[in-house]
């Protein structure tokens, strides 16, 4: 596939780190007012992206799925109160791991990019704690399965306890975490990392191949288009 003008995307180089927001108050949500989350949009370009930046970021553990020498990386920016994103979690990630992933030919990495306001910010943080006893994408997999109507309290405190008691979690550690919102800066990170990359709604995927070219794909695609758009990445 042939490499693409890098004009537009020099900026994807740049990384921002995590800015001085206060989640206690959950200010993160103020980008929700100027986000279009119902975005359903393909873009079928390859764009080259500036590899040494963007796909380090596939080595952030325990957010990712895959072997770490995956010729494909998938990053997913996504809100845990998101219907489209819980979509993709329920009937297509299925589909993307056993046929990818587990073959070594794909790895996924979640990014949070919250929008809908504090019970999203409670979901990040849960995840990332039940990450730290190496249960991330099994917190991941039961609020997607759990998820309810936006905002509704599903996402409560309470909830996620109860969440964390389901897998197992060590109260103690997970309540210290949670709590203390350990994670707080990294999911601001993380959803800088998303505006860097032009991500302007849930879900986006932003897929690089091993060439280092970038496609953006916007919404609750199925996983027809997945597997296109992998397929040809692995070709070339």
């Known amino acids: 596939m042939s490499k693409i003008s890098r004009k537009g995307f020099a900026i994807a180089a740049i990384i921002v780190g995590a800015v001085g927001i206060g989640i206690g108050a959950y200010s993160i949500a103020t980008v929700a007012s100027t986000l279009d989350r119902s975005k359903t949009e393909l873009n079928r370009e390859w764009i080259l992206a ?15 799925l895959g072997s770490i020498s995956a010729p494909v990386t998938i990053f997913e920016f996504g809100d845990y109160q998101c219907p489209n994103c819980q979509r993709f979690a329920t009937q297509v990630k299925p589909l ?25 910010v409670n979901g990040a943080l849960a ?77 986006t995927f932003i897929i690089i191949d091993s060439n280092g070219e970038m496609m953006t794909v916007r919404g609750a695609q199925p996983f027809g288009t997945f597997k296109e758009i992998l397929d040809k990445a692995l070709e070339g």
């Open 96 to 120: 993307i791991v056993k046929n990818y992933v587990d073959r070594g030919n794909v790895r996924l990495v979640f990014k949070d990019f919250v929008i809908y306001g504090s019970d999203s």
């Open 50 to 64: 500036p590899p040494e930046d963007v796909l380090d970021l596939a080595f952030d553990k325990p957010a990712s």
């Open 127 to 203: 995840a990332h704690c039940a990450g730290d006893q190496g249960r991330f994408w099994d917190m991941h997999d039961l609020m997607y399965s759990n998820q309810e109507a936006i905002n509704s309290g599903w996402l409560s405190t309470d909830n996620i306890r109860r969440f964390a008691s389901e897998i197992d979690l060590d109260a103690e550690q997970f309540d210290s975490c949670f709590n203390n919102k350990k994670y707080a800066e990294k999911i601001t990170k993380n959803v800088n990392e998303g505006k860097t990359l032009g991500v302007d709604g849930t879900p």
